[in-house]
């Protein structure tokens, strides 16, 4: 099924029209990845620096999408490591890392994000395709990327952070709802009122339909 989705750049998420297939990130245990964890239990610093390495990416990515700008973001992405370090010996090692320190993440930025009151508006990547080509492209992208902007400032919180974990990261529905914390339902709902916003949203730039 065709849909909005969003799209991970380096400039950070982005929105483009894709056919999404749900692609689930869990999976089974990684033994190497546990034998860090457990080391990193034992208070082996080197080894939580592995998966800090492993993990920076997705963690800061995941923070941008609830706040507004790279620089906090950085800082959300901080907070989670460290409340991932001092909370190892909470960790069921018998489950996958990345949920429970997504979960973490997740909470750390939006935690930054009452704190200082941020309005999230998504950056968009500069090579947002436009489908419709003509003598004013680049205005009508420009107009295209501030209305996906304020789009995704209107969503709800959870839908923002559903959205973006489903379409940017790749997460299947119940590892949203594991990291998240609610019934997969929950997840599939919130994806589905986000991605209808945001169509909605996009309809006037691109002659769709509601």
Same mark, same amino acid.
């Given at each position: 099924?065709?849909?909005?989705?969003?799209?991970?750049?380096?400039?950070?998420?982005?929105?483009?029209?894709?056919?999404?297939?749900?692609?689930?990130?869990?999976?089974?245990?990684?033994?190497?990845?546990?034998?860090?964890?457990?080391?990193?239990?034992?208070?082996?610093?080197?080894?939580?620096? *592995? %998966?800090? =390495?492993?993990?920076? #990416?997705?963690? +800061?990515?995941?923070? /941008? &999408?609830? $706040?507004?700008?790279?620089?906090?973001?950085?800082?959300?992405?901080?907070?989670?490591?460290?409340?991932?370090?001092?909370?190892?010996?909470?960790?069921?090692?018998?489950?996958?890392?990345?949920?429970?320190?997504?979960?973490?993440?997740?909470?750390?930025?939006?935690?930054?994000?009452?704190?200082?009151?941020?309005?999230?508006?998504?950056?968009?990547?500069? *090579? %947002?395709? =436009?489908?419709?080509? #003509?003598?004013? +492209?680049?205005?009508? /992208? &420009?107009? $295209?990327?501030?209305?996906?902007?304020?789009?995704?400032?209107?969503?709800?919180?959870?839908?923002?952070?559903?959205?973006?974990?489903?379409?940017?990261?790749?997460?299947?529905?119940?590892?949203?709802?594991?990291?998240?914390?609610?019934?997969?339902?929950?997840?599939?709902?919130?994806?589905?009122?986000?991605?209808?916003?945001?169509?909605?949203?996009?309809?006037?730039?691109?002659?769709?339909?509601?």
């Amino acid at each position: 099924m065709t849909a909005i989705a969003l799209t991970s750049t380096a400039a950070g998420p982005g929105i483009e029209l894709v056919a999404r297939q749900e692609q689930p990130i869990t999976g089974t245990l990684d033994p190497a990845e546990g034998g860090l964890v457990a080391a990193a239990k034992d208070g082996d610093q080197d080894a939580f620096g *592995t %998966l800090v =390495d492993r993990y920076s #990416g997705v963690v +800061r990515r995941v923070a /941008r &999408s609830i $706040l507004e700008n790279g620089f906090d973001a950085d800082d959300a992405a901080q907070d989670a490591f460290l409340l991932a370090w001092r909370n190892l010996d909470r960790f069921d090692t018998r489950r996958p890392f990345r949920p429970w320190l997504m979960r973490i993440t997740v909470n750390a930025a939006t935690d930054l994000y009452r704190r200082r009151k941020v309005r999230h508006a998504g950056a968009l990547p500069e *090579t %947002l395709e =436009d489908q419709a080509a #003509g003598p004013d +492209r680049e205005t009508d /992208r &420009s107009l $295209l990327r501030q209305r996906l902007s304020e789009a995704l400032s209107e969503l709800s919180e959870r839908q923002r952070v559903a959205v973006t974990m489903f379409d940017a990261e790749g997460y299947s529905h119940a590892d949203i709802a594991e990291i998240m914390d609610v019934p997969v339902g929950t997840v599939r709902s919130l994806v589905f009122h986000a991605r209808r916003a945001l169509r909605k949203a996009l309809a006037p730039y691109r002659g769709g339909s509601t």
